[in-house]
Structure formats: structure tokens, C-alpha cells
């Protein structure tokens, strides 16, 4: 159903037919916004989510919430199970931590501790690039909408402490399946290729500005990375209890690289789950294993083209890399 059809949402939708309409909106488009259709949803936005998880720590924190952090203390190497039931973690520096619970959010990385997993939530990473603004150019960018291009990718206004603006390419992302057919993020025998992203990622970006900022479309992306989610073929999450623990783990996965926007309400979600004792909704329940066949370009309009894996973009970075030598 379209947005446009909720009674709640109705009334802050409009209809953008073309460049003129566009900049009603955004008046710093300067680009031609060839093609530009869409709408404008007044009540979608955009929040800073570096800053709202370190708010969501220091309100806990203050009411008495335990965090075990660091390198070795704070990483979970494996779960603690009697029987069926999980009674705790193992982390780095040999401690177990007992528990009468254990919830895995872990991302990109939950198939690392909970192998089946794997076999319906993907580790799957896309590009980010930033350019680099000075304090007036970020001042010029304050405010605008967050802006979507379904076949390019995606912005929104710098960030006032760093002035670095950050740009997306959407796509099928990129996986890194591993000989038991379970993609998860490289370790660190295999960095990803960092200072580097794909040539046809930095053609959608590059033309992405041209058709809004093309003031900035030649300037050199900086801080370009990539970065890892953990995906669903529906692009719907995962909250729910693993089979065969005796609901003594929950698994919170599945965010798609769109789990954020839902953090003022997804806690609601998780203590009804516990309430209940069962997960009552079917799109976010344990799946079974996703067919290898599975087309995850063609499954949510928003994965466009054909994905690949990490090996590959590493061989493409060293050929390009000796073909300057």
C-alpha cells in the first residue's frame, strides 16, 4: 500500500512532477534533476545516529545499566549453552558472563555466533563517500531534505561538526560468502579495501551531484568505506526467539541498512516479544533458509542491478591500482 493511501501520512505527501517542483523544496538544487519524479513527505526526516546511540548509552548508564566494553572484554566470542539452554557468553579474555537471557544484535555479524542465521540473513555491505565542505558550503546544505534516488543513491545535510557530506550509491550491495555459504563482514586477514570504493559506486555519486550540486561533482570523495548490514530477501527484520534454545535466546537482525529510523519504537517491539513469550507476526519471525537461487536484486525495489563479492572488488582495486603503476 502507498504511504500516500494512510490517512495518518496523507496529509504531509506531495507529489513532485518534475525540477521545478523539486526546488520548491530544496532551493540549493542547482543541478538540472533530470527526470526528477517523486514526493515530499514532510514527516520523514533525518536524525544523527552516532549521537542518539551515544545519548541511548549515557541514559542507561545513569540508571544503573552494566556496559562491558573493549577489545577482549567486550567481544563475544561464543555462547554458553547446558543442554539446549544458553546460560551465558564467552568473551576474549577467557571470562563467562552468566545469564538467564541472551539477545544477539549484532548485525552484519550475528551469523559469527549464531550460524543459522546465516541462512536467511545475509552479511551484505554498499559504498560511502563523503566530500569535504567548508564551514559555508555546510551552512549552504543546512536543513535540506533527505533526498533519495532510487536508481543513484542518496544524501542528506552535512554533518556542522565534521562539514563532511555523506553520499550513498544504492545497488545490490556487496557480500562475503565464505565456503560454508554464510556471508559475514572480513576479519582482519581480509580488510575490506578502505580509502576505496567501487569505479561504478563512484559513477552513480558522481552523477547523483551533477544532477543536484553540480558544484561539487569533481570534488575527491574522502572517508570512503564499506558498510555492513545485516540483510533479509524481504528486507524485513528478525525479532524473534531462536528454535531449539528453550527461549533462552532472541536474535534482533534483519535491519536491511533501515533498522535505525525505527529506534524510538523498536524497544517496544522486543519487550512485547518477551511478554508474549512467542513472536505473533510471520514477517518477522525465524525464516527458514533462503534458496541460493534467490534473486535479492529483484525482491525490494530499492536493490538495483546485480550484486558482487568482496573478492572481486579487491581484484578490480588491484588491477586498477597496477594499471597507474
Given at each position: ?54 545519548g541511548l548509552w549515557e541514559h542507561c548508564a545513569s540508571r544503573g545499566v552494566r556496559f562491558i566494553l573493549g577489545e577482549e572484554a567486550g567481544k563475544v566470542e561464543k555462547l554458553v549453552y547446558q543442554g539446549r539452554k544458553c546460560t551465558g557468553v564467552a568473551t576474549a579474555d577467557g571470562k563467562t558472563h552468566q545469564a538467564d537471557l541472551v539477545i544477539c544484535a549484532l548485525g552484519a555479524h ?216
Open positions: 500500500m502507498s504511504v500516500q493511501a494512510d490517512p495518518t501520512f496523507a496529509p504531509g505527501i506531495k507529489r513532485l512532477s518534475g525540477a521545478a517542483d523539486f526546488k520548491d523544496y530544496t532551493w540549493q538544487y542547482s543541478g538540472p534533476l533530470s527526470g526528477f519524479k517523486g514526493y515530499f513527505n514532510r514527516l520523514a526526516g533525518y536524525a544523527h545516529s552516532a549521537d542518539t546511540l551515544k550475528g551469523a559469527s555466533l549464531l550460524p543459522d542465521l546465516g541462512k536467511f540473513v545475509v552479511g551484505r555491505c554498499w559504498s560511502v563517500a563523503h566530500v569535504q565542505l567548508s564551514e559555508e558550503e555546510c551552512n549552504f546544505l543546512r536543513g535540506i531534505p533527505t533526498t533519495n534516488v532510487r536508481d543513484l543513491g542518496f544524501f542528506f545535510e552535512p554533518d556542522p561538526k565534521t562539514r563532511l557530506f555523506k553520499l550513498c550509491p544504492l545497488g545490490a550491495g556487496y557480500t562475503n560468502t565464505g565456503s560454508d555459504g554464510v556471508s559475514l563482514p572480513p576479519t582482519d586477514r581480509l580488510p575490506p579495501p578502505q580509502d576505496y570504493i567501487p569505479a561504478e559506486d563512484e559513477k552513480k555519486l558522481r552523477q547523483l551531484l551533477r544532477e543536484t550540486f553540480p558544484w561539487m561533482a569533481d570534488r575527491p570523495f574522502v572517508d570512503q568505506k564499506l558498510c555492513w548490514f545485516a540483510d533479509t530477501a524481504d528486507s524485513e527484520y528478525c525479532i524473534d526467539y531462536v528454535p531449539g534454545t528453550d527461549k533462552s535466546v532472541v536474535v534482533l537482525s534483519g535491519d536491511s541498512g533501515h533498522g535505525f529510523k525505527m529506534m524510538p519504537v523498536f524497544g517496544k517491539w522486543v519487550t512485547g516479544l518477551l511478554e508474549r513469550g512467542e513472536q505473533s507476526l510471520s514477517r518477522w519471525q525465524w525464516k527458514s533458509p533462503v534458496d541460493a537461487d534467490t534473486d535479492w536484486g529483484d525482491a525490494v525495489s530499492w536493490r538495483i542491478g546485480k550484486g558482487a563479492e568482496l573478492k572481486e572488488l579487491l581484484q578490480a582495486k588491484e588491477k586498477m591500482v597496477r594499471a597507474r603503476l
